[in-house]
Nanobody, 126 residues
Framework: QVQLVESGGGLVQTGGSLRLSCVAS????????MGWFRQAPGKEREFVAA????????HYTDSVKGRFTISRDVTWNTLYLQMTTLKPEDTAVYYC???????????????????WGQGTQVTVSS
């Protein structure tokens, strides 16, 4: 079992920045991909970014490239999402997720991830 707890969400103006954190506990050595997803009201949960343990590669959805940065601490127990130049369309609940499957390229589908956090709200005002 892996437990994930997100924090760092809040209300920010357009153009502002936030850093989300996700603390993992339990069998964290089993996690091979850590990712961030988001879900806006009335929309499907969508992939935002992920980082792969094998090789350390990072991947982003096109709409956040150049604005968001995913990273993790050396123990792989804490995952971060640095968000800059925020836009109103970034408003959503952001979820941390863990995938136990060994991959070189992270999956971008919700069903591929084995564990989820409870989410943290990010609201960007215009």
């Amino acid at each position: 079992q892996v437990q994930l707890v997100e924090s760092g969400g809040g209300l920010v103006q357009t153009g502002g920045s936030l850093r989300l954190s996700c603390v993992a506990s339990g069998r964290t050595s089993s996690t091979n991909v850590m990712g961030w997803f988001r879900q806006a009201p009335g929309k499907e949960r969508e992939f935002v970014a992920a980082i792969v343990r094998l090789g350390g590669n990072t991947h982003y959805t096109d709409s956040v490239k150049g604005r968001f940065t995913i990273s993790r601490d050396v123990t792989w127990n804490t995952l971060y999402l640095q968000m800059t130049t925020l836009k109103p369309e970034d408003t959503a609940v952001y979820y941390c997720a863990a995938d136990l499957t060994v991959r070189l390229i992270p999956a971008r589908t919700r069903s591929s991830y084995d564990y989820w956090g409870q989410g943290t709200q990010v609201t960007v005002s215009s």
